[in-house]
């Protein structure tokens, strides 16, 4: 859709942190989007990218990024559509500025995602909530992407709720270190270990599915769904994808193979407008009661789909389960990247 010779330019707020690595690493040769700006805190401002940023990445950092100049994150940046990476700590402001300056914010922080006018999106879960953003009073919009293990979670329970109505939800988490930043957890701590704290998750993930899977009312406010959900987080020694052990109550009666073929039957709107980012299939169901595994399957769909396994009755519940998906391309950046894939192909980004 986008001529390539014009393609977008876009910024990258907290550009040296783990998420904002993650954004110039999956942009690089991105069709439509190309990087014209990289901000970070004042410590990193007035460097080189390459003097500022401890690189972590697996691939090499693409040389045209390393010679640019960190500026600070105030909205003068050259480019119209801006990615957040930010610490939740500096966040809320922060993008709050760019979007009254006019800034399309495309961002991973947790400030903006509970407001009221502010989309929650998954591009394959409610896409029609885009549509908030017209509530919003900017000259530019805010757009969130849930938190990291909600994002695995609801993408599994979307073909669920939408075919059989969901009425309970218990989720265990098993989260990879990178979701708690550069350095993050220290090695001390974690190796030989496992974590039963991760302070806010819980919490996130309680609530914010709900709004995912609510309903856009014709008023322009969210209907939230009406699941119960309790989780339990817990940090685990594993680099990336996050690992969940979920349980559930169906509104009525299920068979096991109606929900495998929900599953493998669930395709969405990214996947039909042929989004970049879109993973085709989003979902995969593996029959192999071994399967999903963090290290074999985290970077299926180039780490943008989700995987399932291990389908089995509940005594307590209906069905359990197991759920994976990269928590720093499919919950973070690359999520993110697709909130922003389709709210360009749906023209929202020429509105305001
Ligand atoms: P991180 O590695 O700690 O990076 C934080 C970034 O924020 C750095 O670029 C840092 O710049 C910048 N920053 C800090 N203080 C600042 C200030 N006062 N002004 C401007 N910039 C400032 O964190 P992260 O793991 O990438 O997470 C970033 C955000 O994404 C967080 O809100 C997090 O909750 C969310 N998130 C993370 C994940 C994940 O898997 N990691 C998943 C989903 C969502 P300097 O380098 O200059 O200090």
Not at 75 to 100: H, W
Not at 215 to 221: Q, S
Not at 328 to 343: D, H, K, M, P, S
Request: hydrophobic content about 40%; proline content about 7%.
């Amino acid at each position: 859709m986008q001529n390539p010779d014009k393609k977008i330019p876009v910024g990258i707020l907290g550009a040296t942190g783990s998420v904002g690595q993650k954004f110039i690493e999956l942009l690089q040769d991105h069709p439509w989007f190309t990087v014209t700006a990289l901000a970070a805190s004042e410590r990193s401002a007035g460097k080189l990218y390459k003097h500022a940023v401890n690189w972590f990445q697996q691939a090499p950092l693409p040389p045209r990024i390393a010679n640019m100049m960190v500026s600070a994150c105030v909205p003068a940046l050259p480019c119209r559509i801006v990615f957040s990476g930010l610490d939740a700590a500096v966040a809320g402001p922060i993008e709050e500025a760019f979007a009254e300056a006019g800034y399309v914010v495309i961002s991973n922080a947790k400030n903006h995602r509970m407001a009221e006018t502010v989309p929650l999106l998954i591009p394959e879960v409610n896409p029609d909530h885009l549509d908030l953003v017209r509530k919003q009073h900017y000259k530019g919009m805010i757009v969130t992407n849930p938190n990291c293990s909600t994002t695995g979670l609801v993408m599994a329970l979307k073909p669920l709720h939408d075919r059989f109505g969901i009425e309970k939800v218990f989720v265990v988490t098993h989260q990879a270190l990178s979701g708690a930043g550069y350095p993050g957890v220290s090695s001390l701590d974690i190796i030989d270990n496992m974590i039963p704290y991760i302070g806010g998750e819980e919490e996130k993930m309680q609530i914010e599915p709900l709004k995912l899977l609510g309903t856009l009312e014709e008023g322009g406010k969210v209907d939230f769904a009406n699941i119960a959900i309790s989780a339990q987080c817990n940090r685990v020694a594993v680099t990336n994808g996050h690992m969940e052990s979920v349980s559930l109550k169906f509104r009525s009666t299920v068979k096991k193979e109606a929900v495998v073929q929900a599953w493998r039957d669930f395709t969405a709107q990214p996947q039909e407008l042929e989004l970049p980012f879109a993973p085709n299939p989003p979902l995969y169901y593996f029959d192999d009661p071994r399967y999903p595994q963090p290290r074999l399957h985290r970077d299926l769909g180039k780490g943008m789909a989700v995987s399932l396994g291990r389908l089995r009755d509940c005594s307590i519940l209906d069905v359990k389960f197991t759920v994976l998906s990269h928590n720093t391309i499919r919950g973070a950046a690359g999520g993110a990247i697709l909130n922003a894939e389709l709210l360009v192909k749906k023209g929202y980004h020429e509105e305001q």
